[in-house]
């Protein structure tokens, strides 16, 4: 019972380059998030998916891009690396209703 | 717009101390509310749901729509419940949620 995991746990990246964030459920969740965390901001939705093959931005998703190709992996890739996209990236699954997220174990990423 | 609000960015209590961590909302409706925990190390995880009434390791918390309030109580605080704790909102039948900044709560022996 994976739940929902993420990979890699810390990358250092340069500016200008691209990575990919993975992140793969095994709960069967039709809705995955993809959340930034900023120190003393929160967490801000930068994209979210409601099943597969369908993704919608959330309220940060400039430099972001997600595909949902199955419901299993929910994929955030980030094409030109700047310093302002140094965070902790999480991964979520579920939510609907009641029942809240099951969150990712992080990614933290450094731009520099 | 909506708006999930956490005053306070550190706690600091004894331990045996009540806790209470505040929480205030913006919302025109009926919000679902939640907390949410990350202990040292580990993954955020649900703590508590208000729809479900619960008390979780101690810890309750009371809708309050007069007062738009949704805080975090525990009568007797422990040293393993020094976390960073979030509160978070959803309007029901919607999938996004809206989260506090977050209260880092240390409990001092």
């Known amino acids: 019972n994976a739940g929902v995991t993420q990979t890699p746990k810390f990358r250092i990246l340069k500016i200008g380059q691209s990575m990919t964030l993975q992140c793969t459920q095994d709960?069967?969740?039709?809705?995955m998030y993809w959340y930034r965390q900023d120190p003393g901001m929160g967490l801000k939705l930068i994209y979210y998916?409601?099943?597969?093959?369908?993704?919608d931005k959330g309220e940060v998703p400039n430099g972001y891009n997600v595909s949902r190709s199955t419901t299993e992996d929910f994929p955030l890739r980030l094409e030109l690396a700047a310093p302002s996209q140094t965070s902790v990236y999480f991964c979520?699954?579920?939510?609907?209703?009641?029942?809240?997220?099951?969150f990712g174990s992080g990614t933290r990423l450094t731009v520099v | 717009a909506q708006r999930v609000t956490q005053p306070e960015k550190l706690l600091s209590v004894f331990k045996g101390a009540p806790v209470e961590l505040k929480c205030n909302y913006s919302?025109?409706?009926?919000?679902?509310l939640f907390w949410y925990v990350q202990y040292s190390r580990q993954r955020l995880q649900l703590l508590l749901r208000?729809?479900s009434r619960e008390s979780i390791k101690g810890f309750t918390a009371d809708l309050n729509k007069g007062e738009t309030s949704f805080h975090l109580k525990k009568p007797f605080a422990q040293e393993e419940d020094s976390a960073m704790y979030y509160c978070?909102?959803?309007?029901?039948?919607?999938?996004?949620?809206?989260f506090g900044t977050g209260t880092r709560l240390k409990v001092l022996a």
């Open positions: 709960m069967n969740h039709n809705y």
């Open positions: 919302y025109s409706g009926s919000p679902e």
């Open positions: 979520a699954g579920g939510g609907q209703g009641e029942s809240g997220y099951t």
């Open positions: 208000h729809i």
């Open positions: 998916s409601v099943g597969a093959g369908i993704t």
């Open positions: 978070a909102l959803t309007s029901p039948g919607t999938y996004k949620y809206i």
